[in-house]
């Protein structure tokens, strides 16, 4: 199994940067991709960002060039750089790790960081 702690979320103006982290730990040699996703009130939960082990990357069209994700080699941890933040980036961002039990592809995910643009 895998656990996920996510971290660094907060309230930051409109224009400013915040950086999330996700830290993985249990069998983390079985993760084969992670992302962060997010869910405003009312909506449903979308993909803003993601990695896999490759090092391949692919973004939500929203942020795209305002967000990188990037992680660590050994795929413990995945960041999310958020610059130029808006007011609609306003979420609860959650941290998603594919991974394997077996045979079988799980998805885990954390408890959730709440990003609240506002000024």
């Known amino acids: 199994q895998v656990q996920l702690a996510e971290s660094g979320g907060g309230l930051v103006q409109p224009g400013g940067s915040l950086r999330l982290s996700c830290t993985a730990s249990g069998n983390t040699f079985t993760i084969v991709a992670m992302s962060w996703y997010r869910q405003a009130p009312g909506n449903e939960r979308e993909l803003v960002a993601g990695?896999?082990?490759?090092?391949?990357?692919n973004y939500g069209d929203s942020v795209k060039g305002r967000f990188t994700i990037f992680r660590d080699n050994a795929m413990n941890t995945v960041y999310l750089q958020m610059n130029s933040l808006k007011p609609e980036d306003t979420a609860v961002y959650y941290c998603n790790a594919a991974h394997y039990i077996g045979t079988q592809r799980v998805d885990a995910w954390g408890q959730g960081t709440l990003v609240t643009v506002s000024s």
């Open positions: 990695t896999n082990r490759g090092g391949g990357t």
